[in-house]
């Protein structure tokens, strides 16, 4: 199993959080390594130190560091054309991946470090992508989003935190010269968001997992036919038996910004906080003591108005108050 990480600093205790976790739940489905590939954007040395750690603990794991500088280099040539560059940096790594990866990888399974798994990734990691560039779980804001870069309805559009890649298909159709030829030629800044732009240009050809496979903060807090309307999705994309599955039997619970907050974050109301501190608690980062963010008040008197929103609202409200980004809901969606 080949899985690819990225981190920098600031995120390496919720980085080793992950992977902790997924070789606790998956150390005994391969007879191989588990080799798990991170591109590292200058995470400190002790922290390195701390995630190789996990090496001795399971002996399956095998651990790569890729070094950013060369990525980097390749990044100069766009950072004047990509938005919010200094803030999301690591994100736009991932488009270059086949030049860092080895030749012989023909699939990978990527993941965002604000991430834990609480089951194998087995059966995920042993889809059948067949000729699809990617697997992933349709985005919760997905009908917003293609409206906004003018997807057509029937494209699909995945959040990128977990994407099982094809790596072969990438290669034989060329896909990070698209890539770098798409940044080129665009003008619009909006298609340049690292997951607008890989949405984009795969469209269609993207393979939609059950959505525990990437179960997002809203889908814990919200029952099914409230979270379709106030999404405005479409009922075939994912069933409520699935949804149920969802919250029952996740893959992968992504913690995603939202009015729930995080569970390193002061405050966290998020429904799968002891989750996060279960696998701390076992990984090398077992008594490191969160520093929590100070945040204002009407800071979070504006987060419990958008909880409460979300869960007493009409759905037809709510739903047209998400399209709209009144109360500037979208601003917890990254």
């Not at 990525?71 to 991932?94: G, H, Q, V």
């Not at 990438?170 to 798409?182: L, P, T, Y």
């Not at 800044?189 to 059950?210: A, C, T």
């Amino acid at each position: 199993m080949n899985i690819l990480l990225v981190s920098d600093e600031n995120y390496a205790m919720q980085l080793t959080v992950l992977i902790t976790s997924i070789l606790e739940n998956s150390s005994d489905d391969f007879d191989e390594h588990i080799h798990i590939y991170i591109l590292n954007n200058n995470i400190h040395k002790g922290s390195i130190e701390k995630i190789k750690s996990l090496e001795e603990k399971y002996k399956k794991a095998k651990l790569h560091f890729i070094d950013n500088s060369e990525i980097e280099k390749k990044l100069e040539n766009f950072k004047d054309k990509l938005p919010a560059i200094d803030r999301s940096t690591s994100y736009y790594y991932r488009l270059f991946i086949i030049s860092f990866l080895p030749d012989d990888i023909d699939k990978i399974l990527y993941m965002d470090s604000d991430i834990v798994t609480n089951s194998s990734l087995a059966e995920l990691y042993n889809t059948n992508l067949a000729n699809y560039y990617v697997a992933g779980v349709v985005d919760i804001n997905e009908t917003n989003f293609k409206e906004k870069i003018n997807m057509d309805p029937d494209d699909v559009y995945i959040n990128s935190g977990v994407m099982l890649i094809n790596l072969k298909k990438w290669k034989e159709d060329n896909i990070q010269d698209k890539i770098v030829g798409f940044i080129n030629k665009t003008t619009d800044k909006e298609l340049l968001y690292d997951q607008h732009l890989l949405n984009y240009i795969f469209k269609s050809n993207v393979m939609i997992l059950e959505p525990r496979n990437n179960v997002l903060t809203h889908i814990y807090v919200l029952n099914y036919k409230r979270f379709m309307e106030i999404f405005r999705m479409d009922y075939e994309i994912f069933t409520e038996k699935e949804y149920d599955k969802a919250h029952t039997s996740p893959v992968c619970t992504h913690y995603i910004s939202s009015p729930w907050r995080r569970p390193w974050e002061l405050n966290s109301k998020h429904p799968k906080n002891d989750l996060f501190f279960k696998y701390k608690n076992i990984s090398p980062y077992t008594n490191y003591k969160i520093k929590y963010n100070p945040t204002t008040k009407s800071y979070m008197m504006k987060l419990y108005i958008n909880r409460f929103i979300f869960l007493n609202f009409p759905t037809k409200l709510v739903a047209y108050m998400n399209k709209h980004n009144i109360l500037n809901l979208q601003q917890f969606y990254n």
